[in-house]
């Protein structure tokens, strides 16, 4: 059960509403909508920064989506997983990497993907987010081999995208959205 409990504005009575509903691709709310309405200017800004960071960036879909995946994992947010998962099979993601994301104890950093399953620039991008998620402080050659392979407008992008989806799983698995902080990321989700 949520911890706090959903709030679904009628369309036409909430204009922070309204916009969150434009946003989404069917137009109706989801659970995390109904939990950040109770605090309308939060859920308006929250929107705006999730747009952005979904839509409104330069790096490839299947990175985005495997960076946001693999934060799921690391704090346990169930929901995320399930959320995302179909997005980043619609962007090439193969099972195999699906596979290797989901296992928790896989450590993705210089010593990673001994099957070849990544590429380069995504292995050190998702090494990045262990590190980031993990321990905050990113050593600089982790923070180099990021560099090597992406401009500096992707650095930011792979950075606040790592940031904001800890931020999301942390409100999805401290709020309990979706009756999912108990919950194991689920074993093909989707297919």
Do not use: C
């Not at 896989?106 to 993907?113: F, H, Q, R, S, Y």
């Amino acid at each position: 059960m949520p911890r706090v409990p959903y709030q679904f504005p009628e369309p036409g009575s909430s204009e922070v509403a309204d916009a969150i509903r434009a946003r989404r691709k069917d137009g109706e709310l989801i659970q995390l909508d109904g939990v950040l309405l109770h605090a309308p200017t939060l859920a308006a800004g929250y929107s705006s920064l999730l747009r952005s960071v979904r839509l409104e960036n330069s790096l490839p879909a299947d990175i985005r989506e495997l960076l946001i995946l693999r934060v799921a994992v690391l704090n346990h947010a169930a929901y995320e997983w399930i959320a995302h998962e179909p997005l980043a099979r619609s962007a090439g993601v193969t099972q195999v990497q699906l596979d290797t994301v989901r296992n928790e104890n896989t450590a993705l950093g210089d010593t990673v993907d001994p099957a070849g399953v990544f590429s380069e620039a995504t292995r050190v991008a998702l090494a990045y987010t262990d590190w980031m998620t993990k321990n905050i402080h990113v050593p600089q050659a982790v923070f180099n081999a990021v560099k090597t392979h992406f401009s500096d407008q992707q650095v930011v992008e792979i950075t606040v995208t790592i940031s904001t989806y800890n931020m999301v799983s942390r409100i999805l698995v401290a709020l309990d959205v979706g009756d999912k902080a108990d919950t194991e990321i689920p074993q093909q989700e989707g297919i």
